[in-house]
């Protein structure tokens, strides 16, 4: 129910089949609601058509929630979420192998998240490179490395930005930096404004999948924060009941 509007948002009837002895039976149902507001949630038992009993229950701020449960690992010893190796240089080009660590910090397996990277210029915040990444799916607690190639000009510092999606929904994001440049060092959150910049550099950057990287790729879906009408699935709402015989 709608905590607002006290209006029907959802309901479910699972069926919970024979239950013998006097114990306790889980049982559990999925509910589909928008992702904003708060809900109360009302269950009601019913044994051969005749109310039993009933239980209450609430949720609050969903629109925070997150709808997936795969996320950037994040390390306490220095090593950094997103790192970077050279795999060929060209032509005043640079080729990055920029990898990300994720990991799955939910119960359950998780699908369906989309990894955005992308190599932008540290002074002119110009992007020079960018690709996208299936996720695929993680087991629970199981961590991946997802990778992609950027391809860059080189002889410039760059802050490599990981933006982590799900249904066109922003989950998370990191960054990193890359210094192509052997003179100037950069830090991340820190720029330089004089700097030789060539603009002429930046017009042949394309946007670079890894050839190797055999799972599918997306495109990106653009800047802000997608649909805020996602869907939340409210799932595993586990409730104990115990029946009591003769209970009216």
């Known amino acids: 129910m709608d905590n607002e509007s006290g209006l029907l948002a959802e309901k479910s009837t699972t069926v919970l089949g024979q239950i013998t002895g006097d114990r306790e039976h889980h049982a559990r149902a999925n509910l589909t609601v928008e992702r904003e507001g708060g809900y109360d949630l009302v269950v009601v038992l019913y044994e051969d058509g005749r109310r039993v009993d009933s239980e209450r229950g609430s949720v609050r701020g969903v629109e925070g929630l997150s709808p997936t449960s795969v996320e950037f690992k994040r390390f306490e010893t220095g090593i950094p979420t997103i790192d970077y190796t050279i795999q060929k240089t060209d032509d005043n080009r640079t080729t990055l192998s920029v990898r990300t660590h994720l990991w799955n910090s939910g119960v359950n397996d998780a699908e369906g998240a989309t990894l955005e990277l992308a190599a932008r210029q540290s ?9 996208s990444v299936d ?4 087991a629970s607690g199981e961590s991946v490395t997802p990778t992609a190639r950027l391809t860059v000009p080189s002889g410039y ?11 066109g929904v922003i989950v ?3 960054s990193s930096v890359a210094d192509l440049d052997p003179e100037r060092k950069i830090e991340a959150d820190t720029t330089f404004e004089s700097v030789p910049f060539e603009a002429a550099d930046f017009t042949q950057a394309e946007d670079v999948t890894d050839p190797d990287d055999t799972r599918p790729t997306t495109a990106a879906s653009g800047p802000g924060l997608g649909p805020l009408t ?10 104990a009941m115990r029946i009591y015989r003769g209970k009216p």
């Open 157 to 167: 510092g760059y802050h490599l930005d990981a933006v982590l999606s799900h249904d």
């Open 123 to 131: 002074e002119s915040n110009v992007v020079a490179g960018r690709a």
């Open 230 to 239: 996602a869907l939340l699935a409210v799932s595993s709402l586990a409730v």
């Open 135 to 138: 996720v695929g799916q993680v």
């Open 172 to 174: 998370s994001s990191a």
